[in-house]
């Protein structure tokens, strides 16, 4: 690789998929996709493939970087997916796209995979370290509980700082563990039981800015409770930032002064590039041989 050889990234969700080039210069034009998560193996693998040969438009790549959720077996690009895309589960997801790309301009390329919440905070980092940030957490607000430990650009997943697997979400909380308490599902049962209504994350934000007062303390109080759950994790680790991202943290607004307090005087903030740092971190796996100290340019 050169310094002007980009990376085809790839972001993957349980119900879409995101691809973009990226360079020295920062992110080309993203291809997002719809993919029905329990759809087919074939189905969704054509999806992919064919998103990520959009993503890479005329662009020369030299690599592949995979961003995608867990349960999954990243040095061995071995899906173990337990609940959408469970059609994947024990499939090599690089084989069966290099298949699809055969004659195509991906063909033969390497792959690298990225858990999606690491992915988010290394690009976080990207961005943010030319503001001096070495230490940063990435938070992803979700259907679960995600987190990345970067220092100095590398994530980090052990050592006396950082909790088993650089991972929160099985932080124990209130006689259970955090994502228990601090995900979309459980944001979905809060609601039900102070209002009766059964609604999701969306339709509860949605609630909670037309007035809802239920709407409006069941995000308060996760704001609370997402604070309580990590300030000793955050304590060891001493982030010079924190960053949310995920669906969650497009309520921001609702739940940002009860966390903020909860964990001053760390700085916390929510992500502007949200699915683009994922993008970006996915990207930054190759940051060596991309020849790229500096920050990545956000276009």
Known sequence: ???????????IGGTHITAA?????????????????????TEILDIWAEAALLGAGETPVAAVSISAPGPFDYAEGIA????KLYALTDLDIGAALRERWTGTPLDGLPISYINDAVAFALGEFTVHQGSGVRRLLGLTLGTGLGSGFIVEGRPVSAGEDVPPGGEVWQLPFRGGIAEDTLSAPALRRAYHVLSGMELDAREITQHAEAGDNHAIQVYREFGRDLAAALLPCIQAFRPDLIVLGGQVSRAWPLFEMPLRAGLAPFTTICSDLLDEANLLGAAALYRP???????FHVR
Do not use: C, K
Not at 1 to 6: N, P
Not at 28 to 35: D, E, F, K, L
Not at 80 to 83: A, P, Q, T
């Open 1 to 11: 690789m050169t310094f002007q050889d980009a990376v085809l990234a790839l972001d």
């Open 21 to 41: 080039s990226v360079d020295a210069s920062g992110l080309g034009p993203q291809i997002r996709s719809a993919v029905d998560g329990e759809a087919s193996a």
């Open 80 to 83: 173990r997916f337990d609940h």
């Open 289 to 295: 041989m991309l020849g790229l100290s500096p920050p």
